[in-house]
Nanobody, 114 residues
Framework: QVQLVESGGGLVQAGGSLRLSCAASGIIFGISAMGWYRQAPGKQRELVAS???????NYAGSVKGRFTISRDNTKNTVYLQMNSLKPEDTAVYYCNTQFGSVYWGQGTQVTVSS
């Protein structure tokens, strides 16, 4: 059974930082690409960042230079370090992977106040 469990969300002032974590189980983590998506109220879910099993990262233009995705294959965990946060980063953030089927975590709320 595949499980993705996010943590680390919260309320932060603009300019602040947060680090999200996603612990995965039920997959061969070391070869699995992982992604972070977000969904703001009234908007479609969008890709924020992704990372291959080999560690190659890709970012949405809106977060490039501010967010960093990383993974620890010994802990089956993927991270999203978010710096210089803006109010428009406010959203529910979801962890994602595809292992046969597509899997999503339950989401973690990030709220950035101005």
């Amino acid at each position: 059974q595949v499980q993705l469990v996010e943590s680390g969300g919260g309320l932060v002032q603009a300019g602040g930082s947060l680090r999200l974590s996603c612990a995965a189980s039920g997959i061969i983590f070391g070869i699995s690409a992982m992604g972070w998506y977000r969904q703001a109220p009234g908007k479609q879910r969008e890709l924020v960042a992704s990372i291959t099993g080999g560690g190659r990262a890709n970012y949405a233009g809106s977060v490039k230079g501010r967010f960093t995705i990383s993974r620890d294959n010994t802990k089956n965990t993927v991270y999203l370090q978010m710096n210089s946060l803006k109010p428009e980063d406010t959203a529910v953030y979801y962890c994602n992977t595809q292992f046969g089927s597509v899997y999503w975590g339950q989401g973690t709320q990030v709220t950035v106040s101005s």
